[in-house]
């Protein structure tokens, strides 16, 4: 495998809670990606990190924070979780252009 | 607004039938990449399709890059019930992937 973990793989939080998911790899790659994955949505970009510290907003950003203090470790942030924000998250590495993009297994959120 | 637009959302066919996937933009992008997704994984890369017109096949699997780098197709010959599963297109905007809501393919024996 290409070595990029997810952490929690379930999570059921409260509204209002913040929830913190974790994203590590093992492959020193620069690039690392947050999706959210939908029905009728496929996977919509959260945020992204260009390398320590650097970070962008994706299409759907809104109530989500993200850090990257080491190379290998992304951090999703819900801020105060709410009921729209149930769904699967996905994390990414970009690799070469033969390789495209690996997702870890997802975190699968439940804000009740 | 999904910057690629996928079709059919959803497929059931019979084991043996031939499919076509369709993924259209009015967006240009430097590559096109194709996923497949099995229940409770991540999305997994069947191919990337980088030059206008290119065809390429894996097995059963063709894949089209459009002309003008604005769309793409995955073409299935003889579907076996293995290939059920989330079919995603991708294109590259440099920095990110945009994705299309993806095709759910379910090949009945």
């Known amino acids: 495998d290409a070595g990029i973990t997810q952490s929690p793989r379930h999570k059921v939080t409260e509204t209002g809670t913040p929830v913190t998911l974790r994203c590590h790899q093992t492959e020193n790659h620069r690039y690392m990606y947050w999706y959210r994955q939908d029905p009728g949505h496929g996977l919509r970009l959260i945020h992204y990190s260009y390398g320590v510290k650097d970070t962008d907003k994706g299409e759907v950003s809104d109530g989500y924070s993200v850090s990257r203090s080491k190379t290998e470790d992304f951090l999703l942030t819900l801020e105060s979780a709410t009921s729209s924000q149930t769904s699967v998250y996905f994390c990414?590495?970009?690799?070469?252009?033969?390789?495209?993009?690996?997702f870890g297994s997802g975190t699968r959120l439940t804000v009740v | 607004t999904q910057l690629l637009e996928q079709s059919p959302q959803f497929l059931s066919i019979q084991e043996g039938e031939n499919l076509t996937v369709y993924c259209n933009s009015s967006?240009?992008?430097?590559?096109l990449q194709w996923y497949r997704q099995e229940p409770g994984e991540g999305p997994v890369l069947l191919v990337t399709v980088v030059t206008g017109g290119e065809v390429k096949k894996l097995k059963r699997l063709t894949f089209q890059f459009g002309d003008a780098r604005k769309d793409s197709s995955l073409h299935i010959t003889a579907a076996q019930p293995g290939d059920t599963g989330l079919y995603l297109c991708?294109?590259?905007?440099?920095?990110?992937?945009?994705f299309g809501e993806g095709t759910q393919l379910t090949v009945n024996p």
């Open positions: 990414a590495i970009k690799g070469r252009l033969a390789v495209g993009y690996t």
């Open positions: 967006s240009v992008f430097s590559s």
């Open positions: 991708a294109g590259d905007l440099g920095s990110r992937l945009t």
